[in-house]
Structure formats: structure tokens, C-alpha cells
């Protein structure tokens, strides 16, 4: 009996073993099956941060790209004045090619404080990734750790105590989908944990980058302003060396005398192209009127008058001559502002004037401004009382940062204190 017992289990035994074998294989392959499912969604869910890394490296290369283009950016001054010193016989000439130059770095100047902008709101925009960056690694990393506390605490037992603990073959398949499910979530939970983190180191060289860049683009403005000033003097003492020279004095006189009468015909020129228009305009019945308002100062700031209104002895040329305007000494770049409603005659350069703008307001009634640094309208343009049209400079016929206002009625130059205070 005892033997008949013994045969009896090793027959059982051999019974369970096969089976068990089977539910394991048959749980692995279901298990499999559930893993190719898990780690598709789990891909689907790292897409995300997977693209914002390699963005973010884009970013990063672009940054260190637009570094080494500051330095090869930089104006050479040597250069400039060894090519301006060709010129120097010829006033003309010289005011020409150095404006040119003076207009260069002017709009190196603009372009560079519009990148400063650019770039402190890009610090603003990393600075706030990188804070959403660092707190979204401090909750999963708070996850990670509950969860580890969480198994501990519990006395989780093992995947295999887990598994033969099954009362079934649906209770067994179950817990192989529970195990597979919980091994997939943990490996997932530790990628996108490691891929933060990365995303986080990132958002840290590029918020460095940012800032090296920007203290970089601040100093090359610093060099460019420096740059523009020192060719500004350099210009105000040769034109002064010029005019004061006993050997240039008369033919510098009859120069400028030349320069004046081609200005004069330059005005003359756009006020009758102004008048045709204002004719053809008037028959349409939309011409532009001057209404009798008050001009707005030309002016964001001035730190004094330089040179007024009217008859005076050439401070250089030493002879007598109208001035048709009034000189306001201003910091170069200082905004200068439309004084009326109007429209704009001219944007253009010429020795004498250097940049100039010129506004119909209507009625035989023009305002220009010269010597500016950069121009911001164009012919054509309809302005405002106070739009910003141009900036202060030194270009032209002229010896230091200034704006020269000048005020014509019907053809003739009329002072601007009749139209406007200080």
C-alpha cells in the first residue's frame, strides 16, 4: 500500500511539474506581449521630452554659433582710418566715405541693442524652463522614492513567491501581468527621471550661454559706441584742421559756399515736387493742411543750443553766414521726434546735410531735421506730431552730435522759435 501511495505522488508530481512549466512559459509569452504593449506607450510618453533635448542642444549650438559671429563682427578701426586718410585732400569726399562708415557702425550699434533685448528675454523664457525643469525633477524623484518606501513597507515578496502563489491559471496570468506591469512602470519611471535630469543640465548650459553671450554683445556695443565716437572726433578735427588751414581757408570757403547752394537746390527740388503733389492732391479735395498747432520739440533731450537762428560769423571759415536753423547739441542716438502731422518729402543724404528728413505738413509749410545718425522713415510716409523719424549723429557738414532744425514757409526759411518752445 505504502508503494502503491509512493507511485502515486511521484505520478502527481510529474503532473504539476509539466503544468507548471507550461504556465510559466504560457506567462511568458504573455508577459512578453504585455511588455512590447507597456514599453510602446511608455515610448509615447518620452517622446515629448526626448524632442525637447534635442531641441534644446539645437539651441545651445546656435548660441555658441552666434558667440564666435560677435567677434568676427567687429568693426576694424584701423582699417577705416587707414582708408579714410586717402581722402583727406578732398573734403568731400572724406565727409562721404567717413559717414558711410559712421552709418555702418551706427546700424552694427541698433542691430547689437535690439540682440541685447532679444537675448535678456530669452534668459527670462530659460530661466522659467529651467525652474519648471527643476521642479518636475524633484516630483519624480519624489515618486520614485514613495514608491521604493512604499515596497519596502509593504514587504512585497518576491516576483517568484508571487507567482507560485497563484490559486489558478487566471489568478497566475493576472499576477504575470501585475509583475510585467510593475517592472515596466519602474524602468519607465527611472528613463523619464534620467531624461529630466539631462533636460535640466541643459537648461543650465544654455542658461549660461545666454548670459555669457549677453555680457559679450554688451561689451561689443560698448566697443562699436567707441568706435563711432572716435571716428565723430576724428572727423570734427580734420574738418576743423581743413577750414582753419591758411592754405585751404579760400578754397574751403568757396566749397562750402558750393555745398550750400547745391543744399538750397536740393530743398528747391522737393518743395516744387511737394507743390505738383500738392496740386494734384487739391483737385482730388485731400490735401494735406497745417491747422495753426504748435510744433512738439524735435527733441528727446538736448543738452544746450549750439548755434542759433540767423546771421552769424563761420566758426571755422571766420566769414559771415545765414545760419537757416537752430543746432540743438545732443547725445548721439537721441530720438528725433516728426514736429507735425505731415508727410515725408525726403530721407536721403547729402554732404552738407548729412542724413536728413524733410515733412511736408501742408500748406507751403515744410520742418527738416539733419545731420542724424540713422533715418527710421521713408519717403512717401505719412507721420505723426511726435513719431520717432530719425536719430541724432554727426553726419554731414558737421562737428559734433547735433540736430539742425530747420522751419520753410513758401520757399523761404523762417525761424522755428515762431513755431515751437523749448
Known amino acids: 500500500m505504502y508503494r502503491r501511495k509512493l507511485m502515486k505522488n511521484r505520478t502527481d508530481h510529474g503532473r504539476i511539474c509539466p503544468l507548471l512549466c507550461g504556465l510559466l512559459l504560457c506567462g511568458a509569452l504573455l508577459a512578453g506581449a504585455a511588455e512590447s504593449s507597456l514599453q510602446a506607450q511608455a515610448t509615447g510618453r518620452s517622446a515629448a521630452i526626448t524632442e525637447s533635448i534635442k531641441e534644446k542642444e539645437n539651441q545651445i549650438s546656435q548660441i555658441k554659433e552666434q558667440k564666435e559671429g560677435l567677434k568676427d563682427g567687429l568693426s576694424n578701426l584701423q582699417e577705416i582710418k587707414k582708408n579714410l586718410e586717402q581722402q583727406k585732400d578732398d573734403l568731400k569726399n572724406y565727409v562721404e566715405q567717413l559717414d558711410s562708415n559712421l552709418e555702418t557702425i551706427q546700424a552694427k550699434i541698433v542691430d547689437l541693442k535690439e540682440r541685447i533685448a532679444a537675448k535678456e528675454d530669452e534668459i527670462v523664457r530659460t530661466q522659467a524652463e529651467l525652474e519648471a525643469a527643476k521642479e518636475r525633477e524633484e516630483n519624480q524623484q519624489e515618486a520614485m522614492n514613495a514608491h521604493i518606501r512604499l515596497d519596502y513597507e509593504s514587504g512585497n ?3 517568484v513567491d508571487l507567482l507560485l502563489q497563484a490559486k489558478s491559471l487566471g489568478d497566475f496570468l493576472n499576477r504575470v501581468d501585475y509583475v510585467e506591469k510593475m517592472v515596466v512602470s519602474d524602468r519607465q519611471m527611472w528613463e523619464e527621471y534620467r531624461a529630466v535630469k539631462e533636460y535640466v543640465e541643459l537648461c543650465k548650459v544654455e542658461l549660461e550661454l545666454e548670459k555669457e553671450i549677453l555680457d559679450e554683445t554688451k561689451e561689443t556695443v560698448e566697443i562699436e559706441q567707441r568706435n563711432l565716437e572716435e571716428l565723430i572726433e576724428q572727423k570734427n578735427r580734420d574738418i ?3 577750414e582753419t588751414d591758411i592754405g585751404n581757408k579760400e578754397n574751403a570757403i568757396q566749397q562750402y559756399e558750393e555745398e550750400i547752394r547745391a543744399q538750397e ?16 492732391l487739391i483737385a482730388s479735395g485731400s490735401a494735406i493742411t497745417y491747422d495753426g498747432g504748435t510744433f512738439k520739440f524735435p527733441l ?3 543738452s544746450r543750443i549750439s548755434d542759433e537762428y540767423g546771421m552769424r560769423i563761420h566758426p571755422t571759415l571766420g566769414v559771415e553766414q545765414f545760419h537757416n536753423g537752430v543746432d540743438f547739441a545732443a547725445d548721439g542716438g537721441t ?9 515725408v518729402a525726403a530721407a536721403a543724404y547729402s554732404t552738407t546735410m548729412g542724413n536728413y528728413v524733410m515733412i511736408d505738413h501742408g500748406d507751403g509749410l515744410s520742418t527738416i531735421y ?13 507721420v505723426a506730431r511726435g513719431d520717432t523719424i530719425a536719430a541724432v549723429g554727426s553726419t554731414g557738414r558737421s562737428t559734433g552730435n547735433h540736430l539742425h532744425f530747420s522751419v520753410r514757409l513758401n520757399g523761404s526759411y523762417v525761424s522755428p522759435w515762431g513755431y515751437l518752445s523749448p
Open 300 to 302: 528727446a533731450s538736448y
Open 157 to 159: 515578496p518576491s516576483v
Open 335 to 343: 530720438a528725433i521726434y516728426a514736429a507735425y502731422d505731415g508727410k
Open 265 to 280: 537746390e536740393e530743398i528747391r527740388i522737393l518743395e516744387a515736387a511737394v507743390a505738383e503733389e500738392r496740386r494734384q
Open 240 to 242: 576743423i584742421s581743413y
Open 370 to 382: 539733419m545731420h542724424a545718425s540713422a533715418l527710421y522713415v521713408n519717403k512717401g510716409d505719412v
